[in-house]
């Protein structure tokens, strides 16, 4: 047999340490699961930005705040974007408060912002939901690939010490299938890296508008009669 097919990719791994092999199996299903999350992300932070944009857009070109608000809460929750339930979230404690005569403007405000603040909170944790996965992946998977590559070359050397005299047939696959461990691992963390810094950067600057907009929307509501 060649060295050529002692190196196959297929035959590296099936012919692994089951140690190796598990590794190697452990990180291909953390990569197939941050792959999921990352296509997850890419949809939900794009929608939140529309709609955020979208919202803008309507609250500055109307100043029918009624209206508006009616509007925005006649829809089901799951089409309502993130800054849209702030604001809805917002309008209805002011109105709430608005009623009771014994509640002065001032706490009127504080409880509104405190209810866009606590809406806030709420729309940041599904934005962020999944990101901590990716950054453990970007972390751990090039230590666990680097794990079964030790392993795997220590198994290269045991076996070499049985043997008078080494060549490159019999080295070769021993640290070749040491090496597709690390490949794998870094296969897996690179993507969940890149994924983590793209989309933490997108919700960044979402939370800026969304803080920004609780100030704007406050400002608004108490130049209200």
């Known amino acids: 047999m060649s060295v050529m097919q002692d190196v196959s990719f297929i035959h590296l791994i099936t012919n692994a340490s089951v140690l190796v092999q598990l590794v190697m199996g452990m990180l291909l299903f953390v990569s197939m699961m941050s792959w999921w999350f990352i296509f997850l992300k890419l949809f939900s932070v794009r929608a939140a930005k529309r709609q955020t944009r979208d919202f803008e857009e309507a609250f500055w070109s109307d100043s029918n705040l009624v ?22 979230a917002g309008f209805t404690e002011y109105v709430k408060l608005k009623k009771m005569h014994s509640v002065d403007s001032a706490a009127v405000m504080d409880g509104t912002r405190r209810a866009m603040r606590a809406r806030f909170q709420r729309e940041m944790d599904q934005l962020e939901s999944h990101l901590s996965f990716l950054a453990t992946v970007g972390s751990v998977s090039p230590y666990v690939g680097l794990l079964g590559t030790v392993w795997g070359i220590m198994n290269a050397f045991q076996g070499l010490s049985s043997v008078g005299q080494a060549t490159l047939a019999q080295v070769a696959p021993g640290i070749a299938e040491a ?13 969940a890296v890149v994924a983590y810094n793209r989309y933490a950067h997108d919700i960044d600057r979402l939370a800026t508008r969304f803080e920004s907009f609780t100030e704007e929307f406050s400002n608004v509501l108490q130049r209200q009669p």
Not at 80 to 85: C, K, P, V
Not at 179 to 191: E, K, N, Q, R, S
Request: glycine share 12%; net charge negative; no cysteine.
């Open 179 to 191: 090496l597709v461990a690390t490949a794998m691992g870094l296969f897996a963390a690179i993507p």
């Open 67 to 88: 209206g508006l608000y009616q509007q925005a809460n006649g829809k089901l929750h799951h089409d309502q974007g993130a800054l849209e339930q702030i604001f809805v």
